[in-house]
Structures are given as C-alpha cells and as structure tokens.
C-alpha cells in the first residue's frame, strides 16, 4: 500500500502552533470550574428548584379527589427548571457526550457508524412513530408489511429459514437463540445430558453469560496462534454432553474463522448446534450466508449492521436467523401472511413448540423502520459495499500503523477491525490506558482497549465504512504523532492525560467496586 509520506513521518507541524513539555499542558484553574467554553453542569437535583417551572398551567377546576385520604400531604420537591435553564441543561449535558456525529468513533467491538438521516426522518413518519402494539392488527397492516419485508432482507443475506424479530439487543438475541436450542434439545429428549456449551477463550462476555443464564455450562476452547479456532480441538472437546457451540465470525479479533464448515460439521455430527455470535456481520453482510456456513442460530445487531443508533431513545434491535431444525422453536409473536393480510401468532396453541414471548410486543418498530431504510437505500450491491468499505478501512489503518505498532496474530488482512496489542509500548512503560487517554487530548473517542482478552493490553479499532479517507488519514496521522511521542519518551504527554478533558484520570476500579448511583440530598448545615 502506498503510505502518504506525512504518514511515515508523523503529522507535519509547519504552519501549526505545537505544543509540546509539560508547561504548554500546565494548567491554570479557573474560577468557575469552566474549561474555556466547556461548561461544567451539576445534576438536575443539584441546580433544581422545587418552586420553579417551565410551563404556565391554569389551575385545575375543583374536584373531588377519589384517593380516600391517600393524597401526599407534603409537596414531592421534584427540581424544576425554567425553559431557558432547562435548555441550557440538557444542551451542556449533550456536550459532554461525544458522538458519531462529532467524529470518529473507532470503538472496536461496537461498530459506530454514521446513522442516515434519512432513517431518522423516516422513522418519525407518524404512520410508524404513532402507532401502538396493542392496536388492532387491521390498523396497523403498513407496519407489520415493513416488518416482514425487512425479515426478508435478513433472511436472503443469511440463507437461514426463519427470524425472530422481538429480541431488543445482541445479548436478548444469544438468549434468545440458546433458549431455542435448549427447547431441540428437550424435544430431543437430551435435556438431561447435553448441559455444556462451547465457548472460545476471545468470545464477547455476553456469550458465556447468556449460556449460564439458560442453565447451560461453559467448556473453554483455546484459540491457536493465529488467533482462530481449530476444528480439530473444537472436535476434541465435543461429546455427548455437548448442547452447542457459540462463536463470533468474523471473531473479535477481527479475523474471519476459516475452519468455521469444518467446526460446524463436527458440531453437527456430535448432535449439537452451532450458535453463531453475528455481532460481526456488518464485516460480511452480501459476501457470505451464514446458513451456507452450518450456522443454526445467530443473533444481528441491528445498531452494528445496519446503522440505527446505539441506544437512544429506547431499546434497540437484535432479531434471531434460525435454521430449518430450530425454526419451530421461534418465540412469539411472529408474523403469519393469510387471506386477511398478515397476523400476529401470539398464542402458544397456534406454535406449541415455542419458547414464548422474549419480550412484551413485537420488537422496536423505530430501529426496524430505520434498518429497513438502510437496506433499501444501499440496494443489494451498496450493502456488500459496505462490507467490503469497512474491511477496506480497516486494513488500510492497520498497514498504516503497522511499522509502529505491535499486531498480536502478525502482519496480515484483518477483516472490519484492526488489531493490535501493548508489545510496542513495552520499552516505553506507558500502558495501553496511558495511551488511550493521550488520544482523548487529541480529540478522539479511544478505540477499544484490553479487549478482546486473548490479547495483552489490546487496542481494537473499527472505523466502519463511513468514514472517508481524509478522516482516516487525519486518525492515523494523530495516532502516529502519538506512537512517535511514545517512543521518544515523552511519557508525561500520556501517564496524567488526558489533560484537556472536562475531567482527568478517574479512579476507575473505584467507580465499578463503589458506583454511586442514587443522589443524597446534602443535609443543610
Ligand atoms: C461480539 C459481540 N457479541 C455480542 C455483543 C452484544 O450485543 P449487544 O450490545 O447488542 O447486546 C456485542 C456488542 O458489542 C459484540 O461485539
């Protein structure tokens, strides 16, 4: 690949003010705890007046309260805000949020990319925003007509026979998954005997999790040293005992599970089901169909894939592709096309193999209306383009960075992600977070760090396909000014930052062990 020059030598300064030693980072407090236009904000409760409001409402008329005497008798003290006050709230808090809409994001694992807005102005159309679940179906024909065309775009770019829409996240999605796995399983009559899942050692947390929470048990499989998995020790550890196997592909060190027919097979042959992890299917959506692959069940972020927004406003979306053997065991609702249009299957009598409802209604009509609206604007031959964008991507950061920085599987393609590990830094005695933090300085989200586990002090970074080359040129050029600073030993530009942030270093182990979750009203001296 041909390397801008600038790129080899770091980011040229010409032209620039640099600042460099420990005086240009000096700080001075300032009276108002605002770091120049950054403004500090204190909780709603902190700020709030009980007697103030932002809405002028006449009084109610007389009533007669029904409440029998159960009436509060002291006013609830909720904070109220004038409209101004309240704006200027929520608006500071939103600075604070850094966002795919304020740069690049290249968080590995977790794939932010830019969410079209062309799915947000569709998903507001009120025929879809303003709709209720427990309206009656003949009302709603429109929307349930977009549920099943987008079930039908999942179905054709996964090859598998059946989707199950309502599960709200890639871990509702695994649950979802393993639970129709274990109800084969006892339609098998091997309830008894097949209580183990396979789980390799890189696996996402939530596969071993959503496992143990269906009552199955954990059996590890090491990965080999190119950073996959061997159909050959997957084999070794299969037995009668064996329910399933859960793997990520393309996995999440970034690299595509070669062996995956061949474990498959073996999986297969041994009476077991594959659970496939897609978390990863926005590196080969349009390029490879997992049901061509051997896979039995496999969750899709929706929010990963297919662009609707992490979070936000609601649950998000993570609908389950099931194979021909899992199919019947699909939870409720689902959609049933008849005479009188499509139908909701609701009732366990219409699919008495079932595993019931995962969650109250049908799934998240806004992140539905938006990955629908991705589909369809990409066309079939933009969203394998957007596979090979994003795989595109990443490698071209990888081999930028490459001579710099340390890759734990050698230097070769990675698939939508990039990774690398904390062996360079190792002369330097700067960490993997000291790094990470320098580059909030900079201006960037940190990529992913010290995941996946497998690998020591890891950086795994996704920039996704939307991001153009000048943006990840502007990134790689940051990253090697701060790998060269590194190496130089300017150790004090990484071991305090990030130094320009609303906040420094925070004790983080302190923050998990002793999080403080509830606000206590500061007793007046
Ligand atoms: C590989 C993998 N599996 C599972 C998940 C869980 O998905 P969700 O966060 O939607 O529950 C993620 C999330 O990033 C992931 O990267």
New binding site residues.
């Given amino acids: 690949m041909n390397r801008p020059e600038r790129l080899t030598e770091g980011r040229p300064t010409q032209g620039r003010p640099t600042q460099t030693g420990e005086a240009a980072r000096s700080e001075i407090d300032t009276f108002t705890g605002n770091r120049a236009l950054a403004l500090e904000e204190g909780l709603i409760f902190e700020i709030g007046r009980a007697e103030v409001t932002g809405v002028d409402l006449d009084e109610p008329a007389p009533f007669t309260d029904r409440l029998g005497g159960l009436a509060r008798k002291a006013a609830l003290g909720l904070p109220g805000l004038s409209e101004p006050e309240a704006m200027r709230h929520y608006v500071r808090l939103s600075q604070k949020n850094y966002s795919i809409d304020a740069g690049l994001y290249p968080l590995g694992?977790?794939?932010m990319k830019h969410n079209p807005r062309l799915n947000e102005a569709l998903a507001r159309l009120p025929g879809f925003a303003d709709i209720h679940p427990l309206q009656p179906q003949s009302t709603v024909q429109g929307a349930l007509e977009l549920m099943e065309e987008l079930a039908r775009w999942l179905l054709a770019l996964t090859g598998m026979e059946a989707i199950a829409m309502s599960p709200k996240?890639?871990?509702?999605?695994?649950a979802c998954g393993m639970m129709a796995i274990k109800a084969a399983i006892a339609a098998k009559g091997e309830g008894a005997t097949r209580k183990i899942v396979l789980v390799p050692d890189s696996?996402?947390g939530?596969?071993p999790a959503s496992a143990t929470r269906i009552g199955f048990e954990i059996r590890s499989v090491p990965a080999r040293a190119d950073g996959t998995v061997d159909a050959a020790e997957v084999r070794r550890r299969l037995g009668p005992d064996v329910a399933a196997i859960m793997l990520?592909n393309p996995n999440?060190c970034g690299l595509f599970e070669k062996d995956i027919v061949a474990i498959a097979e073996v999986v297969h042959e041994a009476g077991a089901y594959f659970y496939c992890?897609g978390?990863?299917f926005n590196a080969i959506m349009g390029k490879a169909r997992p049901g061509d692959l051997g896979v039995d069940a496999m969750?899709i972020?929706l929010?990963?894939t297919f662009s609707t927004p992490h979070g936000g406003g609601g649950p998000?979306a993570?609908p389950v592709a099931l194979s021909a053997q899992l199919a019947p065991f699909a939870p409720l609702p689902f959609l049933r096309r008849d005479d009188n249009g499509l139908r909701l299957i609701e009732q366990a009598s219409e699919a008495p193999q079932s595993i019931g409802r995962m969650s109250a209604f049908h799934g998240q009509m806004g992140m539905f209306v938006r990955a629908l609206a991705y589909m369809l604007s990409h066309g079939a031959d933009g969203l394998r383009q957007a596979s090979e964008d994003a795989v595109l991507s990443a490698n071209y950061i990888r081999a930028s960075l490459a001579d710099l920085l340390s890759q734990p599987f050698g230097d070769k393609l990675c698939m939508h992600e990039a990774l690398f590990d904390d062996a360079w830094l190792k002369p330097t005695g700067l960490t993997t977070l000291d790094f990470a933090k320098a580059l909030i300085d900079e201006g960037y989200h940190p990529m992913t760090i010290y995941f996946p586990l497998v690998v020591h002090g890891a950086m795994l970074i996704e920039p996704t396909e939307s991001e153009s080359k000048a943006s990840l040129d502007l990134f790689i050029a940051t990253m090697r000014d701060l790998a060269f600073a590194a190496l130089r030993g300017e150790t004090e530009r990484f071991l305090a930052a990030p130094f320009h942030a609303p906040r420094r270093r925070l004790d983080e182990t302190g923050a998990a062990r002793r999080p403080i979750l509830k606000w206590t009203k500061p007793v007046a001296e």
């Fill in positions: 694992s977790c794939t996240a890639g871990a509702h999605g695994e696996a996402h939530t596969n990520t999440t992890d978390a990863n969750h972020n929010h990963k998000g993570g």
